[in-house]
Every structure is written in C-alpha cells, then in structure tokens.
C-alpha cells in the first residue's frame, strides 16, 4: 500500500480518497491510452501524465472522479531508462497539452504506441493475443523525426489576444514563443508572442505550410475564417498528384502521411483493373483517385463526403477522373437510403475519430465486398468496429500501424477485413 506524501491515512482508514492538488508518491504500471499510465493508491485508479511504466514519482492530483483520479507526475525518484528530457520547455506538467510524449524517448513512443493498439484490440475487439502476434502488430515511424512535423497548427487565442496552446484538458491558453512540432515555416511565421502579435477579436489562428511550398495564415472568430496572410488555396502534392484545396480543409498533417496511407491502403486492399471501388468519408479524394488508378477505366469508383468542403474539393481535384463519382451525403444514408448500391468488389473507409459504428459496419457487411481497407486514427473505435464485423463473419486480416503524430499519444491505424473463410 503506499501512503500519501501529505501523511493522509488510507482510504480504508476512514481517511478518504485523493483530493485535488493533493501529490503522492506512487510507482507507475502500464500504459493506458490517452497518453497516460495506470498508478494505484490505497486501491484508487490514478491515471498518470508525464510518466513512464516502472517510475517512482510524486504526482500531483488534477481531476478527482468517481472510481479514478487523474495526475500529473511533478517529480521522478527513480526514472525509466526510455525517459528523455523533453525538448520542448512547454512540455511540462500545468503547461501545453499538445504533446504526450515529449519524455519518452523516440523508439519507446513507438512500442507505447504499439502496446495501446494491442490493449485496445483485445478488450475492446476480442482478438486474442496470439491473433495480434500473428498480425505482427507494430508502429511504425516516418520519415523526418519527431519534431517539425506538423503542417497545420492552430493556435488559440487568450483573454490579452496573444496565441497559444492549451493546457491539458482545459480552455486555459498558454502563450508559447515556438512549438517545436510544427513545420519549420509555421515556426517562423509572426504569429506567437515574440512577433509581439496580437490577435484581437480573434478566438483562434490557423497557420498551414503545404507539401506544395504554400504558407498561409488566417483568423477565426465566431466560426468566420479570415485570411490573413498566404493564399487561400493551398496546393498539396500526394500520389503523383497536386491537389488543390482550401487552406481551412482537411489535410493529413505530416507531410509524409497521404503517401503512407495511400501505400498501405493499396497493398492491403490490392485493387485489380475492372473493380468497382468505394471511398467512404473520402474527403477531397485521396484514396479515390488512388483507387482510380489501379481499377482504370474498365473500373468505377464512387466517393462519398458529408461536408460540403471536402465534396467541393473532390469534385475539382478529381474531374480529370470521369470513373470516379461523387456523392454528397452522410455514409450512414448513402448505405441505407441506397444513394449507392453494390455490387462492389473493394471498399476503403476513413471515419472520423468516432469509428465507422454499427449500422455502416452491417451495411458494408450485407453488401459484400472481397476486401475492406478500414484507416482509423482512434485504435478504440476501431477495436469496437473490429467486434462488429467479427459478428457479422468478417475477420481481421491484416494491420499496420504508423506514427503520424510523434510526441502525441495518436497513432493512425490500416487495416484489412476479409469474409471468415
């Protein structure tokens, strides 16, 4: 049992629970998703920022809930051989949130990462360990390092108009001069608090540096984007391919992350020419156009997008494809309102962090397709579509994992689902 750095008596003493700002000394167990580690004390749940598996540290208490408590770890006493001094001096405990893992050292973020994917898999999805071995999970990294990665930020704006980052579970703002994972043209930007920039009337600052070379700048308030600075269509380049698209639309983040996915989408999926194919949440078209080529002309493809951005954008970035069709509406009603009917031979899915659900995994199910390519970038709302589809006689039959946020707690998933044999 360990006891309270305050000399609190133990909850089972009548002396009662963690209190809030209280800090207690405790050895850190397993890593938990959300960028956390598990701790106990006197048989309470403390979830652990800033740790490492096998630390003894001094933890501060941020949050008390019913059945846990959340903590930041303020001092280490016996420190992991994978823990680095963060690069970054804003990635403290009561500083910016944005990044998880400034601590762990680059390979560790890694098998963190790689140690999430299974946990969530086997509770949440049902595989056994020996199914995950079998698949060979693992994380993988990209090109470039772990720092000045980012190709979008956005900066909040605080109550004195200076731009920052926020803390870790909170509105509250921390002015910051630098971020040290964002694209080294967002780093130079005037737009953090050495410029001595302010941002009145703005409750946000959106910077992009495309793949293309573009560099722009806007502001936002009350959900109106103003450009300030750049051009407000930026090119990106991915799959031998510009692409051109609002500089506010959703792009993948690091710049080697449209070609990963797409590389990994195809191999798992392997489309053949004359296929029918479908790009569900496809956005402004990436895997569609990528889809396209390898189906050719005797092919057919259809995307289908909800937001009126992203179909406007697939719309102009694929007209050179006339196999490709788009379809503007929810994938729940394009599935069940039978806006597109099968047969389809090849399905890819790219979900927001929510997961595909239950009804468009029975949809896909009942429409039968040979192969579906499933990118996820939340490992829980995959495992929880992974046991749907398993009740519905589809397994997992391959999986890949990549690293598209270093220093964060994220990780992308592609997986390929295939009919039980």
């Known amino acids: 049992m360990t006891e309270p750095t305050t000399g609190r008596p133990p909850a089972g003493d009548g002396g009662g629970g963690l209190a809030e700002a209280e800090r207690v000394e405790l050895t850190v167990d397993a890593i938990a998703p959300?960028?956390?580690?598990?701790?106990?004390?006197?048989?309470?749940?403390?979830?652990?920022?800033?740790?490492?598996?096998?630390?003894?540290?001094?933890?501060?208490?941020?949050?008390?809930?019913?059945?846990?408590?959340?903590?930041?770890?303020v001092r280490v006493l016996t420190a992991s051989p994978d823990r680095v001094e963060p690069p970054c001096p804003y990635a403290r405990p009561g500083r910016c949130g944005g990044c998880d893992l400034q601590h762990v050292a680059p390979a560790a973020q890694l098998a963190w990462k790689t140690a999430v994917v299974r946990e969530q898999l086997t509770r949440l999805g049902g595989l056994t360990d020996a199914e995950l071995d079998g698949l060979g999970v693992r994380v993988e990294a990209l090109p470039g390092g772990p720092?000045?990665?980012?190709?979008?930020?956005?900066?909040?704006?605080?109550?004195?108009?200076?731009?920052g980052l926020l803390k870790h579970r909170s509105h509250e703002v921390v002015p910051i001069d630098r971020c040290l994972i964002a694209h080294p043209a967002i780093q130079e930007l005037p737009v953090l608090t050495p410029s001595g920039t302010r941002w009145p009337d703005a409750e946000a600052v959106e910077t992009v540096a495309s793949t293309g070379g573009d560099v722009a700048v806007a502001a936002v308030a009350d959900g109106v984007t103003r450009p300030v600075r750049g051009p407000e269509t930026v090119r990106e380049v991915a799959v031998d391919r510009d692409w051109h698209l609002p500089a506010?639309?959703?792009?993948?983040?690091?710049?080697?992350?449209a070609d990963t996915l797409v590389g990994a989408v195809l191999d798992l999926v392997d489309p053949r020419p004359g296929e029918s194919a479908w790009d569900l949440y496809g956005g402004a078209g990436l895997f569609a156009a990528a889809l396209a080529g390898r189906v050719g002309d005797a092919g057919r493809v259809t995307l289908v997008e909800a937001a009126p951005q992203g179909v406007a954008a697939a719309r102009e970035n694929l007209r050179d494809l006339p196999r490709v069709e788009v379809v503007e509406a929810r994938v729940e009603t394009a599935l069940t309102r039978r806006r597109i009917t099968g047969p389809v031979d090849v399905v890819v899915l790219d979900p927001p962090r929510t997961g595909a659900g239950s009804r468009v995994v029975r949809e896909l199910a009942a429409v039968g397709p040979r192969a579906?390519?499933?990118?996820a970038c939340d490992p829980a709302a995959f495992a929880r579509d992974v046991r749907t589809f398993a009740g519905l006689g589809w397994r997992l039959a391959a999986l890949r994992g990549f690293d598209l946020f270093p220093m964060t707690q994220h990780v992308e998933l592609v997986g390929l689902l295939l009919p039980a044999q």
């Open 34 to 73: 959300g960028g956390h580690c598990v701790a106990r004390v006197d048989g309470q749940v403390v979830f652990v920022r800033h740790a490492l598996p096998g630390e003894r540290v001094v933890a501060e208490v941020t949050e008390v809930h019913k059945g846990f408590v959340r903590a930041d770890a």
């Open 147 to 163: 720092l000045g990665w980012r190709s979008r930020v956005r900066y909040a704006v605080d109550g004195a108009d200076r731009a």
């Open 248 to 257: 506010s639309a959703f792009w993948q983040v690091h710049p080697a992350a």
């Open 372 to 375: 579906i390519g499933y990118v």
